[in-house]
């Protein structure tokens, strides 16, 4: 949603692809030149359920929250040219005890409750995803991705949106690559769906969302179809506790039915788009190390801080689209922020591919493979089937601007 944005404050869609084009032309002419030392130096929560009618009339209540080691906010990410990465990374974070050896996620367990709460309400919350290992791993990997910024954040970083936000992280940062292989991530989205093969279809890092993000719909889960039946999940891992009176995702209760909201909208408006026949909210406060699981059709919003700035709290997140067990390739002509690589696959294929890597029941050697050797990254191929797309995706710019709009319109 960051990228989309940061292409609708834009006077054209176009122009800011163009401008993207010759972004990766620049990033393939930087990448591996060595930058020159003088120039590195410069510079268990159930959630709480009630009704639309009512929740403007709802007082937050504080809860305790496990404590966090405290990092002065906000972070200064740094995006002078000669401070980005523009290549592979590796933070070199030793992973939890065994999970190399065992080549393949971490095992969790899903209860028959938890699958049921997902098919009926479109959500669910899981406590206790990660333990202390995989948190603070997570965790590492996530603040030295902050202090060492990758190239294709900077679109997402200069809109103000979030602190820092990347996608397809797991391509470009092997720390982010491993908690997808070994982690428990993998085993309790199959759990939930009982899935028999997962491939990541999209990832996003996200750091402090300043602005929070209104009722909407998730529309960018890469080339597949996650609007069907068990066809995907959208999934959502959090580094940190809730603040006591903000941050909190909602959802509206059984909206993932809903056949009211075109596929291409990314936000919503509840009345004019027939959402009130869902009043029953669910507000989740997950804590550190909790995941939450939902298909991408449930409306939902999070609320940033009043200031939008979260200030000494934080908020790190990685997220993203599983496909499901034989999933094809389902492109639909759209414009994809996380298909921009090279892989040869058309409508309908097989989305079997490195670019799609496989997660469960295990990671595929030759997939890991290829992307060590640096070969699952974007292409100036991938970027210009993105451009072309962009008046096929008209539709979704059109929602995001309006929304854009919307807010600049209430501040004056």
Not at 24 to 51: K, M, Y
Request: overall charge neutral; aromatic content about 8%.
């Amino acid at each position: 949603l960051a990228q989309i944005s940061a292409m609708a404050v834009r006077p054209s869609a176009t122009m800011r692809c163009c401008s993207l084009l010759a972004a990766v032309s620049l990033a393939d002419g930087l990448r591996g030149l060595p930058i020159p030392a003088a120039l590195r130096s410069a510079a268990p929560v159930a959630s709480t359920s009630r009704s639309l009618r009512t929740v403007q009339n709802i007082r937050r209540t504080p809860h305790a929250c496990r404590a966090s080691p405290v990092i002065s906010m906000k972070w200064d990410v740094q995006l002078a040219p000669w401070q980005l990465e523009y290549g592979l990374q590796d933070p070199s974070i030793p992973l939890p005890t065994g999970a190399l050896e065992s080549g393949a996620p971490a095992p969790f367990e899903i209860t028959d409750e938890q699958r049921a709460r997902l098919i009926e309400d479109g959500v669910v919350h899981i406590p206790g995803l990660l333990n202390d290992e995989w948190l603070e791993y997570l965790r590492s990997a996530t603040d030295w991705q902050v202090q060492n910024p990758h190239f294709w954040s900077v679109a997402g970083v200069v809109s103000g949106l979030y602190d820092y936000i990347q996608r397809s992280i797991w391509s470009s940062n092997s720390a982010f690559a491993n908690f997808m292989y070994y982690s428990p991530l993998a085993s309790a989205l199959a759990g939930l769906s009982n899935a028999e093969e997962l491939r990541l279809a999209t990832d996003l890092l996200m750091v402090n969302p300043n602005k929070g993000f209104k009722w909407h719909q998730d529309n960018q889960n890469g080339p597949i179809d996650a609007f069907g039946d068990n066809k995907a999940l959208r999934w959502w891992v959090t580094m940190d506790d809730t603040p006591p009176d903000h941050g909190a995702p909602v959802y509206l209760k059984g909206s993932h039915r809903n056949t009211c909201v075109s596929p291409d909208a990314v936000f919503v408006d509840l009345e004019q788009d027939g959402l009130l026949q869902y009043p029953e909210l669910l507000e989740f406060r997950p804590k550190a190390g909790d995941l939450i699981v939902w298909h991408a059709r449930s409306i939902h919003k999070i609320d940033g801080p009043s200031s939008a700035d979260w200030g000494s709290s934080k908020r790190r997140v990685l997220g993203g689209t599983v496909a499901l067990n034989a999933a094809t390739y389902e492109s639909m002509g759209r414009a994809l922020f996380s298909d921009m690589g090279s892989h040869g696959l058309v409508d309908g294929d097989p989305l079997v591919h490195p670019l799609f890597p496989k997660i469960y029941p295990k990671p595929e050697p030759s997939e890991m493979a290829e992307r060590a050797a640096g070969r699952c990254t974007r292409t100036r191929e991938g970027m210009t089937r993105l451009a072309s797309r962009m008046f096929e995706s008209a539709g979704e710019m059109v929602s995001w601007t309006r929304v854009l709009k919307a807010k600049e319109k209430s501040r004056a």
